[in-house]
Nanobody
Framework: QVQLVESGGGLVQAGDSLRLSCAAS????????MGWFRQAPGKERDFVAG????????TYGDSVKGRFTISRDNAKNTVYLQMNSLKPEDTAVYYC?????????????????WGQGTQVTVFS
């Protein structure tokens, strides 16, 4: 069974940092494009970041560029999202996503596999 499990969310003050992790039980994890999306209450899902199968290519949503960094460790079947200089508007449920193709995540439109989400709340 394909599964993505996020962890690392929490309640932090504006300006703080958090690192999210996503552990994947995917056969051939290393060939999947991985990504992060987020959804705030009452808002549509937003693309946050994506990373290619080997980590050579990354892409970010405009609102997080320069503050967030996506990375992966294929030996551990894990993808990370380092979030620095957090702002209250970063408050959302963050979802890990996986897709065997690059385009769905890198275009920010979706993915074939989703995690259950982890809550990030940033207060001012």
């Amino acid at each position: 069974q394909v599964q993505l499990v996020e962890s690392g969310g929490g309640l932090v003050q504006a300006g703080d940092s958090l690192r999210l992790s996503c552990a994947a039980s995917l056969h051939f994890f290393s060939v999947y494009t991985m990504g992060w999306f987020r959804q705030a209450p009452g808002k549509e899902r937003d693309f946050v970041a994506g990373i290619s199968w080997n980590g050579d290519s990354t892409t970010y949503g405009d609102s997080v560029k320069g503050r967030f960094t996506i990375s992966r460790d294929n030996a551990k079947n894990t993808v990370y999202l380092q979030m620095n200089s957090l702002k209250p508007e970063d408050t959302a449920v963050y979802y890990c996503a996986a897709d065997p193709a690059l385009a769905p995540i890198f275009k920010g439109v979706g993915a074939g596999v989703w995690g259950q989400g982890t809550q990030v709340t940033v207060f001012s």
